[in-house]
């Protein structure tokens, strides 16, 4: 359970991990690849998966858990994709995980990426940690 959000400018994440609503540690969620970098939302083990369908080209096909989301750059674009590995390319606001939703609306509201995910954490036990961002 995450809060990835995208600002136009920026894409931050937050580092807690979580088993359902239980704390199981904390990870960094926004991670380089040769094409730029990409932030999951889903299921541990996942971004592996999806770094080896993102480094092959997006040919070749990865089974990935159906809570699966991520956005990622390439080329100056955002795009988000989710388990069904069709990605999109989006525009700010936009959030994914559980704290997706509350991103958006608090972008909207004229908070940063990072100033969104910090707000989030305070009100979802499942968002948290330290905040890492990108610049687009």
Not at 26 to 51: M, P, S
Not at 109 to 119: H, I, L, P
Request: charged share 25%.
């Amino acid at each position: 359970m995450t809060a990835i959000c995208f600002d136009g400018k920026m894409i931050a994440a937050d580092r807690l991990a979580t088993r359902g609503n239980v704390r199981a540690g904390y990870r960094k969620k926004i991670e380089t690849w040769t094409g730029g970098v990409f932030a999951t939302a889903g299921n541990y083990g996942d971004e592996d998966l999806f770094r080896q369908w993102l480094e092959n080209g997006a040919r070749k096909s990865v089974k990935l858990g159906k809570k699966f989301s991520a956005l990622y750059t390439e080329n100056g674009k955002v795009y988000h994709v989710g388990s069904d590995l069709k990605p999109y390319e989006t525009f700010a606001p936009h959030g994914i995980g559980t704290g997706g939703e509350a991103c958006e609306v608090l972008i909207r509201e004229g908070y940063t990426a990072e100033e969104a995910v910090k707000a989030v954490s305070k009100f979802n036990t499942t968002v948290g940690g330290k905040v890492d961002t990108y610049i687009v």
